[in-house]
Nanobody
Framework: QVQLVESGGGLVQAGGSLRLSCAAS????????MGWFRQAPGKEREFVAG????????YYLNSVKGRFTISRDNAQNTVFLRMNSLKPEDTAVYYC?????????????????WGQGTQVTASS
């Protein structure tokens, strides 16, 4: 069982930055592929970024490439999402997710554990 707790969301002006954190419980964090997803009102949950178990490989939604960076610290059981140049269309609830796997996964149904979400709002 893995418990995930996100933090770091908030309200920023368009063009601003935020760093989300997701702290995981348990002693086997390094066995888990981690992902960040987001869900805006009236829309489906979508993949934003994913990172491999050792942090060497990462994948991104096309619209966030070059602006968002996912990273992880396995010693601290934490995954991060650095978001720069935020746009109003980035506004959503952001969730971190975990799955014990060997490859990065991009569909919500493939993840077993979810955090409670943190609101990110980029105002125009």
């Amino acid at each position: 069982q893995v418990q995930l707790v996100e933090s770091g969301g908030g309200l920023v002006q368009a063009g601003g930055s935020l760093r989300l954190s997701c702290a995981a419980s348990g002693r086997t964090f390094s066995y888990y592929v981690m992902g960040w997803f987001r869900q805006a009102p009236g829309k489906e949950r979508e993949f934003v970024a994913g990172i491999s178990r050792n942090g060497e490989n990462s994948y991104y939604l096309n619209s966030v490439k070059g602006r968002f960076t996912i990273s992880r610290d396995n010693a601290q059981n934490t995954v991060f999402l650095r978001m720069n140049s935020l746009k109003p269309e980035d506004t959503a609830v952001y969730y971190c997710a975990a799955r014990r796997a060997t490859v990065v996964l991009t569909r919500p149904a493939e993840y077993d554990y979810w955090g409670q979400g943190t609101q990110v709002t980029a105002s125009s």
